[in-house]
Nanobody, 121 residues
């Protein structure tokens, strides 16, 4: 019923930038809070940044000042602008969204398939 598709990952040198996108499609009434998570090999998945439906944001300490999360409600798309990338930012990045499907009232959580970000030193 709902799909989240991430894009924008790739290989970049340390100090470089990438912009990730998370596009939601399907029988969507509304997209509420959206978060970007990442998981590096051998590590637990961690929250990187999140944005509420009203636009409030929060960031992991490790990315504050370097990453910016934003959203385009009309396109049901959330972005993660990543600047000053470091090798330790290397991970698979996942989008997570709370979505209210048309005809329902409760938000359901969905995950995207992930996009690989590799930062070389």
């Amino acid at each position: 019923q709902v799909q989240l598709v991430e894009s924008g990952g790739g290989l970049v040198q340390a100090g470089g930038s990438l912009r990730l996108s998370c596009a939601a499609s399907g029988s969507i009434f509304s997209v509420n809070a959206v978060g970007w998570y990442r998981q590096a090999p051998g590590k637990q998945r961690e929250l990187v940044a999140a944005i509420t439906s009203s636009g409030s944001t929060n960031y992991a300490v490790s990315v504050k000042g370097r990453f910016t999360i934003s959203r385009d409600k009309a396109k049901n798309t959330v972005y993660l602008q990543m600047n000053s990338l470091k090798p330790e930012d290397t991970a698979v990045y996942y989008c997570n969204a709370a979505v209210v499907i048309i005809g329902t009232v409760r938000a359901v959580e969905y995950w995207g398939q992930g996009t690989q970000v590799t930062v070389s030193s």
